[in-house]
């Protein structure tokens, strides 16, 4: 597959990030556009998880998007498959993230901003950490498609 089609991943994220759906929203969005899945049950799954599980300082929306993609594409439709393809995609997954950006979770990837309080939300705003969520999301979104596509071969 073309590495300008994760980038279009990745751009698509971005964008529906800045259109206000929130981080892994906008990543469950793409990656399963990007598989030709078109249904609002994935971003609906999705909800909770954004701002570091609902706020919580929790892992990554993003990357926790991301891996609810990888299980979309990769995950068990039986109990007898085996849950190994979406592991192995999943164990890539955090490994690459963590590696590109430091952490996989809100409250170290947004130097110590608790998105759950109103201090949290004013230093959010105030330290414009928007930009960072936005490359944290599209660069989620492409890594995830990237791995999805090297899983199926």
Avoid: N, W
Avoid at 13 to 32: H, N
């Amino acid at each position: 597959m073309e590495p300008s089609a994760f980038h279009e991943v990745r751009t698509s994220a971005e964008e529906a990030f800045a259109s206000g759906y929130y981080c892994a929203e906008s990543v469950v969005l793409a990656v399963a556009r990007f598989q030709g899945v078109e249904s609002e049950i994935p971003v609906r799954m999705a909800t909770a998880l954004c701002s570091g599980q609902a706020r919580t300082c929790g892992p990554c929306g993003a990357l926790t998007g991301a891996i609810l993609a990888v299980s979309l594409v990769l995950g068990r439709t039986s109990k007898t498959d085996s849950v190994e393809p979406a592991y192995e995609a999943t164990r890539r997954l955090v490994g690459e993230f963590e590696k590109e950006f430091g952490g996989r979770d809100c409250r170290t990837l947004l130097d110590g901003c608790d998105l759950g309080t109103p201090e949290g939300q004013a230093m959010f705003t105030k330290q414009g950490f928007v930009l960072r969520c936005t490359r944290f999301t599209g660069k989620a979104a492409e890594m995830a498609a990237r791995i999805i596509a090297q899983a199926r071969g």
